[in-house]
């Protein structure tokens, strides 16, 4: 079953409803506007289903999994503004042919997030939950969204952790949010879940995005300051996805915990697959296809 777990495509009512939206995030026309960042031109070709399920069936894919951007921030907004988007978001994916799953996507503006809709979006057969690592820097994260993740461990599916928004503060370049917040989201959102997560959760599969801002090059560094790590340990439930990222960073993170959990991602349309060339074709068919299926478990959230 080769398979990218990580892929952005807008539904056309969740569209619509961007365009509705007077306030960022917002829609005018093909220019996404959002808090603190720089108007973005979206191609329209990037959230054409038809060229996307070219695209994937091109990618020899038989399961590409569609991700709610989170930088976008919909899971923050009042339950009122963010409903109806993550409805749309659903509806929309969930009816994209073969071979598009799903992850779902919870609203986190409350108090106590509500695990009933990230139940009954399991139920419809999402492959998982997605949590923007915003939501889980620290203890305080990881204990309010426990209900959440409860719901997708107690059904032996995943975790997906995704960047979350990330306005700048002043002139930027474009790039600035995928190489300086994200990143250090990642690298949070990692160091708490082995600290907090992971005793918490311990039998959670859980899928770090982007090979977690490659935290777990931090390693030796942990050690040294006595966070306990037993370099000849590998949690084999903890996962890292490729998106941006390819052969010097892959063998990095291979090397410090293993090919067994390193998985297939290309963050489409935002980038491209990437072939990390390892030097051996069975380590393509490990990220692509062995991984994954250990990742998303019996239920693959795939459909005919």
């Known amino acids: 079953m080769p398979a990218d777990v990580h892929q952005h495509i807008w539904p056309a009512e969740f569209t619509a409803l961007l365009r509705a939206r007077s306030a960022p995030p ?52 009042p339950p009122g503004e963010a409903d109806p988007l993550l409805a749309a978001f659903h509806d929309g994916a969930l009816a994209l042919p073969a071979p598009f799953g799903v992850w779902a996507s919870p609203c986190l503006s409350v108090p106590r997030p509500d695990p009933g809709p990230v139940r009954r979006l399991l139920a419809r057969g999402c492959a998982g939950l997605q949590l923007p690592a915003t939501a889980l820097l620290d203890a305080a994260g990881w204990q309010r969204c426990a209900p959440l993740i409860d719901a997708v461990a107690e059904l032996d599916l995943p975790l997906f952790i995704h960047p979350g928004a990330a306005p700048t503060a002043g002139a930027a370049p474009a790039w600035w949010p995928a190489l300086v917040p994200y990143v250090q989201q990642l690298h949070a959102s990692w160091f708490a879940f082995r600290a907090f997560g992971r005793p918490r959760h311990p039998r959670l599969r859980v899928c770090f995005a982007a090979l977690a801002g490659l935290a777990p090059l931090h390693g030796e560094r942990l ?39 390193v998985v297939s991602g ?25 991984n994954p299926a250990r990742l998303l478990g019996p239920a693959k959230g795939a459909r005919p």
């Open 26 to 77: 917002r829609l005018d026309g093909w220019t996404l506007h959002l808090p603190g960042e720089a108007p973005y031109a979206v191609d329209p070709a990037d959230h054409d289903t038809g060229a996307r399920q070219r695209l994937a069936r091109a990618d020899g894919l038989d399961l590409a999994l569609v991700s709610l951007s989170s930088p976008l921030g919909i899971e923050y907004l």
């Open 223 to 261: 050690a040294a300051r006595g966070g306990g790590l037993d370099r000849g340990r590998v949690d084999t439930d903890a996962f890292y996805e490729t998106s941006s990222y390819g052969t010097r960073a892959v063998d990095a993170l291979v090397r410090a915990v293993g090919i067994d959990v």
């Open 266 to 290: 290309s963050d489409r349309p935002y980038a491209t697959p990437t072939d990390p060339d390892l030097g051996a074709e069975a380590a393509r068919h490990a990220l692509r296809t062995v």
